[in-house]
């Protein structure tokens, strides 16, 4: 699955992992996250993510 980076702060969203913190379960793909998920470092939206390659 595609990883994600925020382009604010840098912090990757990692799909294999989810985001424990905000509820969002591990195997969670990025395009399946709640369209108000913000990065859980620095509040960014989803729109501040670009595709890590």
Do not use: H, R
């Not at 969203?13 to 399946?32: C, K, R």
């Amino acid at each position: 699955m595609q990883k994600y980076e925020c382009q604010l702060c840098g912090y990757i969203y990692d799909p294999e992992l989810g985001d424990e913190d905000s509820g969002i379960e591990p195997g969670t793909a990025f395009e399946n996250l709640p369209e108000d998920w913000v990065c859980p470092l620095c509040g960014a939206e989803k729109s501040d993510f670009e595709p890590v390659e």
